[in-house]
């Protein structure tokens, strides 16, 4: 398994700010996935970035990929109320059932 | 249905009875995931399938929890003899395909989640 580690545990800021969150991870992956979570509910996938690409976009969101340092960050650009939420970083590996564990994510608070 | 579907949304038992949590995954999807969410906490792994097979179980805690997957299809989680500390959100996710193929994302589509609460 690929366990994602997320920095920092929580963020807060303004609505307008930029939010960017870290992710760390152990060894090799195939990619590397963002997953959004809103209290209470199921998990909602944002964005996968393969191990060949270093920086990806959609939307407001920004993906980057070191796969020297083995990390990834995720900005959030102009944030909003509602992108208050936790935020998971998974790594995965192509070759290990696709078998995903997450860390303890990044809880975002966004303050109107 | 469209996504991934958990039943029951809520179950409250008692220490020491029998639960089953059922999971209906995307029509198609040959992988299946069950997780356990603790409040705070990120989803942990229990048990993995792809097909009618689980394929890497060694996230289920102990032998009182155990999942099938007789068709391929729908899952079902089991714990028996509930404790306290097995209070948590369950969560169930599938995926397309499984590993290997090139067609593969690694994409992950969740349900809702059952949370069970043992008195």
């Known amino acids: 398994s690929q366990q994602g580690e997320e920095d920092p545990q929580a963020l807060s800021i303004q609505e307008g700010e930029n939010a960017t969150m870290n992710c760390s991870y152990k060894?090799?992956?195939?990619?590397l996935q963002w997953y959004r979570q809103n209290s209470g509910r199921g998990l909602v996938h944002l964005i996968l970035?393969?191990?060949?690409?270093r920086e990806k976009h959609s939307g407001r969101l920004r993906v980057t990929l070191d796969t020297s340092k083995k990390s990834s960050s995720l900005l959030i650009t102009a944030s909003r109320a509602a992108d208050t939420a936790s935020y998971f970083c998974?790594?995965?590996?192509?070759?290990?059932?696709?078998?995903?564990?997450f860390g303890g994510g990044t809880r975002l608070m966004v303050k109107p | 249905g469209a996504g991934v579907s958990q039943t029951p949304s809520n179950k409250v038992t008692e220490k020491g009875k029998y639960v089953e949590l059922r999971c209906d995954p995307i029509?198609?999807?040959?992988?299946l995931y069950w997780y356990r969410q603790s409040l705070g906490q990120g989803p942990e792994f229990l048990i993995y399938?792809?097909?009618?097979?689980?394929?890497?179980d060694s996230g289920l805690p102990n032998d009182r929890f155990f999942a099938v997957r007789p068709e391929g299809s729908v899952s079902t989680l089991k714990i028996q003899r509930t404790e306290r500390g097995d209070s948590a959100v369950y969560l169930c996710?599938?995926?397309?395909?499984?590993?290997?193929?090139?067609?593969?994302?690694?994409?992950?589509?969740f349900g809702e989640g059952s949370r069970l609460t043992v008195l």
């Open positions: 998974v790594a995965g590996q192509n070759n290990a059932g696709n078998m995903l564990t």
């Open positions: 399938f792809q097909g009618t097979g689980a394929a890497d």
């Open positions: 060894t090799s992956i195939n990619n």
């Open positions: 970035i393969r191990s060949n690409e």
């Open positions: 996710a599938s995926s397309r395909l499984g590993s290997g193929t090139p067609r593969n994302t690694g994409e992950l589509f």
């Open positions: 029509s198609g999807h040959t992988a």
